[in-house]
Structures are given as structure tokens and as C-alpha cells.
């Protein structure tokens, strides 16, 4: 089994056995000539006003410098070539090496850092865990411990919803993907999960650079991830050693009995840590943040409101995913989606090299007006009525890389709305600040946590 200190070693990226093609920047698209650092920390820091000052100053097409490795990242918007990247050979558009900085924390048996046939592999084996019949399937553990969540607020009193989110999301991951009920190994895992989610940008970098793996908030970062570690490793070991996991239904239970077709053999526990943790980073805070955001402007107005109420009330669920889905539109979670050529590419007629990266930019093909007409509005109905149209709404990515756990997160997020709306009106705080975003590791969150004050109906 692979060590915490030998995974993190070996997955930062100046480390990596694999070296990176050299670019010459000249046969790439426009970008400032800032240093390689100061675009990174404007990526990695003030995205959400760097990206739109990059399409106003370059246009539709502009490469970007960043940290680690000095990697060339040429950004795309619009859907036709969104379109073009998430179709690309998978054996040239290559997700994992895109996704590379999440290494050292996820691990390389990752799903998101996987590509060609291991990727094939990966997929196939955790599909069954994330099918519809799946999903169905964990629909009342959901709802379940939603209702018990909701049902722990106070009337009256201003509170950040963002932070009761993550506290939600987090028992549904270690109940429904882990399958930990045990209230002590759950009080294991919660402050060690909390601390995996709760860096800054700067400690996430930090990761990649094995000479700050051993300093300060690097050292203590680490220090969290080994415990970490050895919590999920005993909570396999054990699993390992029950004889009823036909008979659970929690996705860990289900990986645990899944076999690869060609050498009938299951998923080593390293590999079941990587896809654990993946899961764990990647449906927790992104799916929190989404939901805060959905209740921050369903409280901001009275008319978004009743009708999310009344849809809340009908069991219309439908109405209730497109609450989400407006969310994850207007508040971007993730900035982009990034693909890494391993051949030369062509996209949008730009002749791109091997070594450079594409991504297509999630917060400009959100809030393109042409894609989305009076994109500043937060109206729901759009996703009902046919207006938003392929590769213009990409929280999950897209292609054969769509987030393997997409119509999980959607479910868990109507579930939750549900439980939410048929028990409390939702309002903001009397003379509460607009909300902005800032970046917490890789994700955007409320600034302030989406305070809301709640009044049972």
C-alpha cells in the first residue's frame, strides 16, 4: 500500500516522470506578458473578474501562463468550440494530465486524473455505483438525513447556509458513498474531511511543489491528509471483512463487489482510497456550494420564492432541479475544464501544439448573453422552456468525462430544496450585502456563506 508522504511526492507535478512537451508561445493565441505567477494567483484568486478582463481585453479566444510548470492554457467559450474539446480523441484530449494539480490529494488511481484505457477501466467499474437504479436507490438516505438537518435550524435567526450545506452534503457522502453509519469513525472523518476541503488556494498550489510539502501549513496540510488515509484504509479493511455487502447499498459496498471484465479482478484498496476521495472532494463542497446559492436567491426574491415553494409542495421536481441548475449557472462553482494535447489539435481553427492545454471556461459560457439572454437574472425557467442549448451549461464537464456523479448531485440538490422549502419560507437578512464569490482551494463560495433566516411555513 501507497504511503500519504509517497503519493503526494510522486504526484507533484516537478516531480512527475512524465515530462511536458516544450510550446513556443507564438503559435498560440494572445495573452498577456505578466508573469507566470501573478496569472496564476489571477486564476487561482480573483477568477471571477480575471477571465471576464481577459475575454473583454483579447476576445473569444486568449491563452493564459500558469503555476505549476509554467503550463500554456488556451480558454474557450463559446459552445461550437466547448463542443470541439469535449469531442476530441480522448487519446489526444487528455483529461487527467488537464486535471494534473489535483494529484497529490486524490491520488493517481483518480477517475479525474486517469486517461485512455485506465480511464475506460475506472469508468466502467464505478459506473454501476451512479446508474439510475443507483440513484433511486439512495434517494432516502437523502431525503432522510436532510429532513433531520432542517429540522435543527432556528426561526428567526440570521445563519450561513453554506456552512449547514457542507455539513449536510458531508453526512450524505459518508453515509451513501462511504457507508459509514458508526458515530465514532464518523467523528473520525468529519474534522479530517473539513480540513482536506478548508485550504486556501496557495496551500492547494503548495501541494504540487515537493519542497514546500514539508513547511508550515504545507506540513500541517499533509499531516491531515495522513490521517486521513488511514481512517479510509481501515474503514476498507473492515468493509473488506463483512459478508452482507450484496445486501448494502452504499456505493464503497458496491465498489467492493464490482469486477474488471478481462482479469476478474476488483479494485485494489489504494485504488478504492483514490476514487473515495475523488468522490468525497468532488460531490461535497461543489454540490454545498450550489445549494447555498440556490437558497441565497431564493431568498433575495419574493416571486423566485413562491414558486419554488409551490413546486416544493406539488412534487415538482422537475422546477426544483432547475432552481439548482439556474445556481450552478449564475454562481459558478469551477472555473473551467481543462484538456491537455498529447498531439497536435486544431480547435476553432487555431492549429494548437502538442503540450498545450484547452479549456473550455465555465464562468464565460455562463454569463455569455448571446447563450443566455439577460444572463444576470436568476430565472429558472429557462431550463424549462428550451433555451439553454448544448455546451452552454457545463458544470459537469462534458463528453466522455462528464462527471460520473452529476445525476447523483442533482438528485442529492432537489432532495435537499424539497425538505428545505416544504418546511421553512426562506428570506435573506434585513440589509444583507450583495453576495460575491471568493475561491476556497479550487471551488467558489458565498464570500459570506449565503446567510439566510428561515420561518416555518
Known amino acids: 500500500m501507497t504511503t500519504t508522504e509517497e503519493r503526494m511526492a510522486r504526484m507533484a507535478l516537478p516531480v512527475a516522470t512524465q515530462r511536458r512537451a516544450a510550446v513556443d508561445p507564438s503559435t498560440l493565441p494572445p495573452g498577456p506578458g505578466w508573469p507566470t505567477i501573478l496569472q496564476s494567483i489571477g486564476l487561482l484568486r480573483f477568477r471571477h473578474a480575471f477571465i471576464p478582463w481577459m475575454h473583454r481585453r483579447y476576445g473569444d479566444t486568449f491563452t493564459i501562463r500558469v503555476l505549476p510548470q509554467r503550463r500554456y492554457v488556451v480558454v474557450f467559450h463559446r459552445p461550437e468550440h466547448v463542443k470541439e474539446i469535449f469531442a476530441g480523441d480522448p487519446e489526444v484530449f487528455h483529461a487527467g494530465k488537464g486535471n494534473a494539480i489535483l494529484g497529490p490529494v486524490m491520488g493517481e488511481h483518480s477517475l479525474l486524473l486517469v486517461d485512455s484505457a485506465q480511464h475506460k477501466r475506472a469508468r466502467k467499474m464505478l459506473m454501476p455505483a451512479f446508474n439510475a437504479s443507483a440513484i433511486r436507490s439512495y434517494r432516502s438516505v437523502v431525503t432522510g438525513l436532510a429532513k433531520a438537518e432542517v429540522a435543527s435550524w432556528r426561526e428567526g435567526v440570521p445563519f450561513a447556509s453554506l456552512e449547514r450545506m457542507n455539513a449536510l452534503t458531508l453526512e450524505v457522502i459518508l453515509q451513501v458513498v462511504f457507508g459509514v453509519t458508526d458515530e465514532r469513525r464518523l467523528g473520525e472523518l468529519r474534522p479530517l474531511v473539513n480540513r482536506t476541503v478548508n485550504v486556501s488556494p496557495a496551500v492547494f498550489l503548495g501541494y504540487n511543489f515537493a519542497r514546500l510539502q514539508k513547511l508550515g501549513p504545507w506540513r500541517r496540510a499533509i499531516e491531515n491528509q495522513v490521517e486521513l488515509d488511514r481512517v479510509i484504509h481501515a474503514e476498507i479493511t473492515d468493509r473488506r471483512t463483512r459478508t452482507d455487502l ?23 484498496d489504494d485504488e478504492l482510497r483514490d476514487q473515495l476521495v475523488t468522490l468525497l472532494l468532488a460531490g461535497h463542497e461543489t454540490t454545498a456550494t450550489a445549494l447555498s446559492w440556490a437558497l441565497h436567491e431564493i431568498g433575495k426574491d419574493a416571486a423566485v420564492a413562491q414558486r419554488a415553494r409551490q413546486a416544493a409542495s406539488e412534487g415538482d421536481d422537475e422546477h426544483l432541479e432547475a432552481v439548482l441548475k439556474e445556481a450552478m449557472r449564475l454562481h459558478p462553482v469551477i472555473p473551467m475544464v481543462v484538456r491537455h494535447l498529447m498531439a497536435p489539435a486544431t ?37 424549462l422552456e428550451g433555451e439553454v442549448h448544448p455546451n452552454t451549461w457545463i458544470p459537469f464537464g462534458g463528453g466522455v468525462r462528464r462527471c460520473i456523479g452529476a445525476g447523483f448531485s442533482l438528485m442529492e440538490g432537489v432532495a435537499v430544496l424539497r425538505e428545505v422549502l416544504t418546511t421553512y419560507d426562506v428570506t435573506l437578512p434585513a440589509g444583507e450585502p450583495a453576495e460575491r464569490p471568493k475561491v476556497r482551494n479550487i471551488t467558489s463560495v458565498p464570500r459570506r456563506g449565503a446567510r439566510i433566516v428561515v420561518r416555518r411555513r
Open 246 to 268: 450484496d445486501e448494502r447499498s452504499d456505493v464503497l459496498s458496491r465498489l467492493l463487489l464490482v469486477r474488471d471484465e478481462t482479469t476478474g479482478e476488483g479494485l485494489a
Open 347 to 383: 480547435v476553432a481553427g487555431i492549429d494548437l501544439p502538442r503540450g498545450a492545454n484547452v479549456a473550455a471556461s465555465i464562468i464565460l459560457a455562463h454569463e455569455s448573453e448571446e447563450s443566455h439572454p439577460d444572463h444576470l437574472a436568476f430565472r429558472p425557467e429557462r431550463f
